[in-house]
């Protein structure tokens, strides 16, 4: 039996990651959300939302992730690599593996090119707090986790 897969079938996973059933329902409100952005409405649980496209890292296709966002300046946005359990989250590993073909598509517009940066330092502090005061369920989570999540810049090319 292949070490990845378990009697019946099923799959083993990495501990601090999301199950099968967890995977398969945030596919279903991935692609409910984005019909929703889509359609002009981009707010969630009081965040602002945007679909971010990407590339995956392996596979090289196409792959586009609902995400929370914060204005940072007139045109750039701030998100935060934040869920996917202990590990960074399969979209912000595949932003970082292909950043030049990285783009956002804001509620009811064309999906635009970007530029992403992973704050570090007093910089990302600063967008930390401006983070954790206009969503302190965001600071919830990060102090919940063993890893550090990373905060990234979006600027339009």
Do not use: C
Not at 71 to 79: M, N, V
Not at 138 to 148: F, H, L, N, P, V
Request: glycine share 10%; proline share 8%.
């Amino acid at each position: 039996m292949a070490q990845t897969q378990q009697a019946g079938g099923r799959e083993k996973r990495k501990k601090g990651t999301p199950g099968a059933f967890s995977r398969w329902m945030q596919q279903r409100m991935n692609a409910r959300m984005i019909r929703k952005i889509r359609r002009g409405r981009g707010h969630f649980m009081g965040m602002d939302v945007l679909i971010l496209h990407t590339v995956g890292r392996r596979s090289g296709l196409p792959r586009q992730t609902p995400v929370a966002y914060f204005p940072d300046g007139e045109d750039a946005r701030l998100i935060v690599a934040s869920g996917g359990g202990s590990l960074n989250p399969d979209w912000f590993v595949n932003l970082m593996a292909h950043p030049e073909r990285a783009s956002v598509e804001l509620p009811g517009r064309d999906a635009v090119p970007v530029r992403p940066h992973v704050l570090e330092g007093a910089e990302r502090e600063r967008a930390w707090e401006r983070i954790a005061a206009a969503q302190p369920r965001i600071a919830k989570y990060q102090s919940k986790s063993e890893r550090r999540y990373p905060v990234i810049r979006l600027v339009p090319q």
